[in-house]
């Protein structure tokens, strides 16, 4: 049911549901000019109550309130056209369990919203089984045109399949995020991870990974993307590099950096497990700003082998202080360091020391065979930013 005063704004809702959910059975009301709802209305016979903020007479958050208060009420998403954080931070007390501006409604984050609902009363069909059960159990996501062929990997936020695209007849890499927004700050970090993948898609850049499709269905969404058979960075490094190799991939990343940079996009995860090769030996950058978007802890295993480390991270990162594209610069140059050399700039027992280290220690020497590079370590492992190169477009002029 949806609940608002301006016939706009009902047909705006009416339209994003229907394109998710072809068969939905929905109910417009117009408080504005029927009237306020009784006090005895109990929404019974609606599993979800879109309630906007233009109502008339009653205030938006008081008819909230209301609605809240009666027994067996359905669950509502609020939409506020008012004082957006004040509005939210009420609304979240009010026990609401959904909220959106209603002058900035992201299509996607808002069938996710409804999905994970719908969800939790049993409307839909559950997609745990994307992370915690096996293809070999015959449970698999419900995403069309894709044909899953092998889980690759599992994580808390995501499922990696590789997958044939049906349309095509080619592989994929079928990435499906289990990220369920809800009253925090959640929601908007899902529409920025969205927008962020919709403009990587499109770039056309022989250095960034090519993204085939991006969707939403119930309480995830999924990318398809370019399927990389030559492994990756970090299993390259253990083989051995060589220099010129080290040089070459160097000005690869920096280009496709330089080229997302301009698109306004910080990667902040750059590592070697995010980046991979083709089978021609061309480097590729994959998961654009997945570290940004979902947090991460640092965790240790009994043996203090420690996970998420900061290996990668500049200093201003590891402090968690405010970052640009001059904190992707820093990463590379680690990665640099690390191609020429076998080994990490800096090492700790622990994850503190490591950040503590990127902040104070001086920056490591090159042996003597390496030692032509030492200046443009030290442009792109400064630990100030003013102090770095300012743009990754400068690593082939210091080349």
Known sequence: ?????????????????????????????DPVTAGHLRDEFSGAGND??????????????????????????????????????????????????GFFSRENISHDALIVMLGRILLAQHRVASTASLFVNDLAMGLRPLIKGYRFIEKLAVSEHSAVYLAEKESAGIKVILKVLRQIPDL????DVFDRFLQEYELIADLKHPNIVKIYDLGVSDDHAHIAMEYLSGGDLKQKMKEGISQQDAVDYLQQIASALAEI???????????????MLRDDGNIVLIDFGLAKRMRSNLKMTDQGEIFGT??????????ANEVDARSDIYSLGVIFYEMLTGEKPFYAA??????????NSPVPLLPMRLAQYQVLINLLLAKKPEDRLQTADEVPEWL
């Open 1 to 29: 049911m949806i609940i608002d005063g301006q016939a706009e704004f009902r047909s705006l809702l009416i339209h994003h549901v229907t394109t998710h959910w072809p068969d939905a059975i929905i109910s417009a009301y």
């Open 48 to 97: 979800i109550v879109l309630l906007g903020d233009e109502l008339g007479k009653k205030g938006g958050l008081q008819a909230l309130k209301q609605f809240l208060q009666t027994p067996g009420f359905p669950p509502i998403v609020y939409f506020s056209g008012g004082d957006e954080k004040k509005e939210k931070r009420e609304a979240k007390k009010l026990g609401v369990d």
């Open 184 to 187: 925090t700050d959640d929601i």
């Open 261 to 275: 940079h301009k698109v306004g996009i910080l990667h902040r995860d750059l590592k070697p497990g995010n980046i």
């Open 310 to 319: 900061p290996y990668y991270m500049s200093p201003e990162q590891g402090h």
């Open 350 to 359: 622990n994850a503190m020391g490591i950040i503590y280290k990127h902040s």
